[in-house]
């Protein structure tokens, strides 16, 4: 699956070593921390629930094979207090996405920072190498 | 008004009602220094004095993150500086290897964890304190104060009628607590009675049944509550430690609104199913 991120807009957003701050139940074990990377997709599905938050969407790679991606944010009083909803997204909307991913190359990620109907809203952590974790 | 005898004018017995009414709305609340909405705090301006024994109101950490504790006990993180380690006994270093938690240096992957609370099981007390402390509702009786926590919405009952803490209890998730003031500003709570099942800390940290803990609430000023905790388990421990060291607090508008954050089974089990177990599975 890691090759479906060669057909993707692909954006190394830095090099920081220092592990990410943790704002909720379960921890970045499976991250890798060190970048991130930014796709466009098409949202599938938005669960607002606990412990995290899931957002289901697919991305094309360039041979036209759909890679359906479920990424996480924190919980829904957290997303709140940065400015999310449980109405702010739906099945076919269009997404940027900005996350960090599995290491085991499976598309699964945690969103640092989404963009939806030309707005832009934090997400959960840090985009690696842009300062601090936001609370 | 040319009022003739026998007829009432009801216009003026109408408008004192109104007056009458209005006061009696509105003369309680400013009597208590309060509005109808978020207490107005001048900009530049030095909180007011603390009340005298009384801690009731709405309480948030003042750093979301401080309460939240990711990596454990807020004095004492699970972050692999030797400044804090923890003086485990064997047993209670046994007990540790026991627990795969998915924060701090010995973190697993979602899969691998056994985290009692990750199953929506009661995180008990002294967790409730230790991870996920947010906006926290106050209330005193005479007889007792009660605190309303955000997180999974439960609540726990300081008995403050002089009770004595239960000699040999039977072990509950949130165990007994009895409290007392020490000073005008100062209250003193001690718990024990606790359900060795559950962790002390997002980081796994165990306890056993002898568990005792010491929290203090120090009032600072009106706007301000501090809250340190010191853990007391001499199974686990070979000497008691400070969990939280001031844990500050900041008061709440009167009608701020307590977020709903609760454990449900079946979305957990849907966050498991869609994310943790492929996050999780075997490098392809």
């Not at chain 1, 699956?1 to 592990?19: C, F």
């Not at chain 2, 006994?89 to 985290?115: F, I, M, Q, R, W």
């Not at chain 2, 686990?236 to 701020?256: C, E």
Request: proline content about 8%; charged content about 25%.
């Amino acid at each position: 699956m890691r090759s479906g991120l060669g057909i993707i807009t692909l954006l190394i957003a830095g090099l920081a070593a220092v592990p990410i701050a943790l704002l909720a139940h379960h921890g970045s074990a499976i991250y890798d921390q060190t970048k991130a990377v930014t796709v466009q997709g098409v949202v599938t599905d938005w669960l607002w629930a606990n412990p995290h938050c899931l957002l289901d969407f697919d991305v094309k790679d360039d041979k036209g094979n759909t890679v359906h991606w479920t990424a996480e944010v924190s919980n829904p009083p957290d997303m709140m207090n940065r400015g999310w909803t449980k109405r702010m997204l739906k099945p076919g909307d269009a997404v940027t996405i900005t996350m960090i991913v599995a290491k085991n190359g499976e598309p699964v990620g945690r969103i640092a920072r989404l963009v939806v109907g030309g707005k832009t809203f934090e997400g959960m952590g840090r985009v690696p190498g842009e300062g601090d974790a936001k609370q | 008004m040319n009022l003739r005898p026998g007829r009432i004018s009801f216009a003026p017995v109408f408008a004192i009602s109104i007056v009458a009414l209005m006061a009696a709305l509105v003369l309680p609340a400013v009597a208590r220094g309060q509005t109808a909405g978020p207490p107005k705090k001048d900009a530049g301006k030095k909180a007011g004095p603390a009340p005298r024994r009384d801690l009731s109101g709405i309480w948030a950490p003042a750093k979301t993150l401080d309460g939240i504790q990711p990596s454990g006990a807020g004095a004492m993180p699970a972050d692999g500086k030797p400044e804090h380690e923890l003086p485990y006994t064997p047993y209670g270093l046994e007990l540790l290897k026991t627990h795969k938690s998915s924060n701090g240096p010995n973190e697993v992957a979602p899969a691998e964890e056994n985290d009692p609370a990750h199953i929506c099981d009661p995180q008990g007390f002294p967790r409730e304190d230790l991870f996920e402390v947010r906006a926290t509702q106050i209330l005193q009786t005479h007889l007792q104060t009660i605190l309303l926590y955000t997180y999974n919405k439960v609540w726990r009952t300081i008995w403050t009628d002089g009770r004595e803490l239960p000699k040999d209890p039977d072990p509950r998730w949130f165990g007994y607590s009895t409290g007392k003031w020490r000073d005008d500003y100062t209250f003193a709570v001690e718990t024990n009675g606790t359900d060795e099942r559950t962790w002390l800390d997002n980081a796994g940290r165990p306890h056993s049944e002898q568990l005792r803990v010491e929290e203090v609430f120090h009032r600072v000023d009106r706007d301000t509550l501090e809250l340190s905790m010191t853990i007391d388990d001499p199974k686990v421990y070979t000497r008691p430690w400070t969990a939280l060291d001031k844990l500050r607090f900041q008061l709440k508008p009167p009608n701020f609104e307590l977020a709903e954050m609760m454990c449900s089974p079946s979305e957990l089990a849907e966050y498991n199913r869609r994310h943790a177990a492929r996050g999780s599975a075997t490098k392809k």
